[in-house]
């Protein structure tokens, strides 16, 4: 059974870098009929869609964070990564990673979230 | 502000019947791109709900039902139970923003 679990710190500093990792188990990173993605939930709010990864390095981003966010992908260790630079506590949510098949657009399973504050 | 519009809350009786909309445009459920709904508890990750606009995953009650029309689609539950009590979410993809867009989320309350 496909699993996915968020890892990183819980609390960064405004202008620094938020750095998040995504470990896949029960599956392969490198299968073709999936991306890999993350998604972002404010306290109390809805939630946004951040940007995919395919197991070959191809992603597709949210346009509103494009310039501070790279998504990246490590087949050898069965995981994909996040880096948000230049975060402020606007960037403060609970990050979920998830898959999404290639053919259709949904996200299923997800890990189970991990928070993140961005504050001094 | 969200690309799908939802209400932000209904409320039902238990054994009542529920319905929650979710409003997209041209570029999104209107150009035909699938609807999928999420049932989120708090403090946990959302999980997928129906997906196709009207397909259930495996273990999900057949209570939960969902359609589309045009540039809306609709989550329906009926017999309602208090577990029922949570957010839902609907999710499209949009081809002008070339992203998946998510509503805004809907609590429901089980009276």
């Known amino acids: 059974q496909l699993q996915l679990q968020e890892s990183g710190p819980g609390l960064v500093k405004p202008s620094e870098t938020l750095s998040l990792t995504c470990t896949v188990s029960?599956?392969?990173?490198?299968?073709?009929?999936?991306?890999w993605g993350w998604i972002r939930q404010p306290p109390g709010k809805g939630l946004e869609w951040i940007g995919i990864i395919y197991y070959n390095g191809i992603t597709y981003y949210n346009s509103s964070l494009q310039s501070r966010l790279t998504i990246s992908v490590d087949t050898s260790k069965t995981e994909f990564s996040l880096r948000l630079s230049s975060v402020t506590a606007a960037d403060t949510a609970v990050y979920y990673c998830?898959?999404?098949?290639?053919?259709?657009?949904?996200?299923?399973?997800w890990g189970q979230g991990t928070l993140v504050a961005v504050s001094s | 502000q969200p690309v799908l519009t939802q209400p932000p809350s209904v409320s039902g009786a238990p054994g009542q019947r529920v319905t929650i909309s979710c409003t997209g445009s041209?570029?999104?459920?209107?150009?035909?791109?699938?609807v999928h709904w999420y049932q989120q508890f708090p403090g946990k990750a959302p999980k997928l709900l129906i997906y196709?606009?009207?397909n259930r995953p495996s273990g999900v009650p057949d209570r939960f039902s969902g359609s589309k029309s045009g540039t809306s689609a609709s989550l329906a539950i009926t017999g309602l139970q208090a577990e029922d009590e949570a957010d839902y979410y609907c999710q499209s993809y949009d081809s002008s923003l070339t992203a998946s867009v998510f509503g805004g989320g809907t609590k429901l309350s089980v009276l």
């Open positions: 196709g606009n009207n």
């Open positions: 998830a898959r999404r098949p290639t053919t259709w657009d949904r996200y299923d399973p």
């Open positions: 041209s570029s999104n459920i209107g150009a035909g791109y699938e």
């Open positions: 029960g599956g392969s990173i490198s299968d073709t009929y999936s991306y």
